[in-house]
């Protein structure tokens, strides 16, 4: 259970946004919540921890992240559980991926103990918000991001840190379209493909929005030097299932290290699957779908949990997946569980508030 050391200042909103919310229908990342946490690094610390009403912000047009994105993110999510708890699936693996992120973007890292006691106080304040029906959740966005009013190139000495959630449906509402992708690049070795960082998803809009207009929903992005490899799509890590065994890119370099898919590695090694975490060359998936030996295809990611993939496009020819997937079905099944309380959580990955 949820315990807390630091103190936060409490400013409550005046008036609450619930009663408008129609959590009938809830669509992905438009309602937010009544409060956010906030918080300042000034002087070689950070300060001024509080939880206030969530609010439009004011800020400089000289604001380095304006001009130069050094900013890092995380996504997690809520639940009430069986027992109407409110649990958080690994919220600790997002504070260390986001102390890792910090690192590469320059920007000095919240520590793992106010990551926790910000999200922790602020759950127990809105847990009205949280959703309860099938296939919705508490979205939480903590984001950090660089305060100086100034146009020039270093990092920044000020910073921003912020908590803000809001209620959500599901991100995918059925099986996706995806194209790999072999003209433009998401990230390259050596660059900041690992860190939750802004300008990542920035360089991706493009290319993404040209494959929408063939008819696909997202990309899979391959290596940016060679293009051979398969690495991960836009919102989401990938997995496949080829002749029984899941195999996924390796973390690392360019591709995040996703908290869902870790899970999802370690309940399939429980189960006695055979994983591969290895690079998978574009060649080989395609023959093995020429050879009808690719079972199933999905992806893995905060938003989606289990994305199922039913078509994948490559040079001007489309690769239909089954329309049965029991792989992906037991997995997605086996997470809402733990989620939900309903089997063990053997390996501690629920957060109870």
Known sequence: MSSTTIDFDVRLVTESKLPSVDFNHIEFGKVYSDHMFAAEYEEGEWKNFRIEPYANLSISPANATLHYAQSVFEGLKAYKNDAGEIVVFRPQANAKRMIISAERMCIPPISEELFMEALTELLKLDAAWIPTKPDTSLYIRPVIFANDPYVGIRPSNTYKFLIFTGPV???YSEPVNVKIETKYTRAVAGGVGFAKTAGNYAASLYPALQAQKEGYHQL?????????????????NLM??????LITAPAGGSILDGITKNSILTIARDWG?????????????????EAGQVQEAFGAGTAATVSKIKMIGYEGKQYNLPTVTPVADKLLKEMEDIKMGRKEDVHGWIYKV
């Open 169 to 171: 449906g599901a991100y």
């Open 220 to 236: 899979i992005w391959t290596d940016g030097q060679e293009h051979q490899y398969i690495e991960e799509a836009g919102t989401m």
């Open 240 to 245: 496949f299932c080829i002749n029984d065994t």
């Open 273 to 289: 699957m055979k994983v591969e975490e290895r690079k998978l060359r574009v060649t080989e998936l395609i023959e093995a779908f």
